[in-house]
């Protein structure tokens, strides 16, 4: 492939290869060979993480969020599934010509809004304006720096661990696509746009948790899949386990989609050692965001890669997606 195509920003097999053969071949640094959400850096005695994104979205507005909240929410939360409380934000804009000021205060507002609500500080930003037709309205860039708490590692992984997600899938995912009014559907989905470190940082002080991860881009699928091959080891999941509302079920069932490989936004893949993991999901339920998290797959050592154990008691092997049925969805 001689150009640059929309899939290679989905998070899929694509993505994989724009990485290894690009990124890595170049940029040689030690702390970015990891390819986690966050870096672990070191600056004399302070152990913090950073973490950067770009939030393309179309369209910028939707149920139950926008560009401005999704920012500071994605950076927020690849720092916490780091093991690290946030701290700070960067902004960067990229604006279009000719959009009105009242829709920028809006955003900018939510921004301000969602940051507090995480108890994170923005401390710098950038605006640049590009030519009407050059930008999608709006497009932002953040960077977080958080404190590093705990250090996960897929290293720590082992046969018999269980997978735990913090609550139903593929909701950002399917809002976006209803919002985008391509189809003639009016049906109550909303993003599960949030700001996930009150959720998960008290899960911290739980020795048996050994790895968290927010499945955004490529969804609950993709990040399981990434996991077994960093971890060398398979995974089961079990279809009658997963959380999905009903509304989301019924949007995939008629456009072809596949929940498992829609994008999240308020939402973790956790692993944790099977002895914690009742107490690790009492803890979730009592927190708002965490009340439908559920126990949905395990470790194992009896094959590689990933495999869904269907309702109806067969197996399907999950790998990852070269193209993204949803992209610009974050």
């Not at 926008?66 to 599934?81: A, E, F, I, M, Q």
């Not at 690290?84 to 507002?109: D, M, R, T, W």
């Not at 948790?209 to 091959?229: C, F, H, I």
């Not at 154990?309 to 999950?318: C, P, V």
Request: hydrophobic content about 40%; glycine content about 10%; proline content about 4%.
């Amino acid at each position: 492939m001689e150009k640059i195509e929309i899939a290679h920003g989905s998070g899929g097999s694509l993505t994989k290869e724009l990485i290894e053969n690009i990124f890595l071949k170049y940029l040689d640094f030690e702390e970015l060979k990891s390819l986690q959400d966050s870096a672990y850096i070191r600056i004399n005695s302070s152990k913090i993480a950073m973490t950067t994104d770009s939030y393309v979205v179309k369209p910028y507005k939707f149920p139950g969020g926008n560009t401005g909240k999704l920012s500071v929410c994605g950076t927020v939360n690849d720092l916490t599934v780091s093991g690290a409380v946030p701290k700070f934000l960067s902004l960067g804009l990229i604006v279009e010509e000719g959009l009105p000021i009242k829709e920028l205060e809006e955003i900018i507002k939510t921004i301000a809004e969602t940051a507090k609500s995480a108890g994170v500080s923005v401390v710098t930003g950038d605006t640049k304006v590009v030519e009407q037709g050059k930008c999608d309205r709006i497009y932002i860039n953040t960077a977080g720096i958080g404190e590093i708490k705990r250090t996960f590692s897929s290293e720590k992984v082992k046969p018999g661990d269980l997978i735990i997600v913090t609550g139903t899938v593929g909701d950002h995912g399917i809002a976006i696509s209803l919002a985008r009014e391509e189809f003639d559907m009016e049906i109550p989905v909303e993003s599960d746009c949030a700001p996930l470190n009150s959720l998960l940082v008290p899960l911290f002080d739980i020795e048996g948790v050994k790895w968290m991860r927010d499945p955004t881009r490529g969804g609950v699928a993709t990040v399981a899949v990434e996991l077994s091959e960093m971890a060398d080891c398979g995974i089961t999941l079990f279809e009658d386990k997963i959380p999905v509302k009903e509304s989301v079920n019924f949007v995939c069932d008629m456009l072809g989609y596949d929940p498992l490989y829609l994008a999240n936004e308020g939402k973790a893949l956790i692993v944790v050692d099977k002895k914690d993991a009742e107490k690790v999901l009492k803890k979730l339920k009592e927190h708002p965001l965490g009340k439908e998290s559920a126990i949905i797959g395990e470790i194992t050592d009896r094959f590689k890669g990933v495999r869904l154990k269907t309702k109806i008691g067969g197996e399907r092997i999950l790998d990852l997606l070269e193209d993204d049925p949803l992209p610009r969805i974050c």
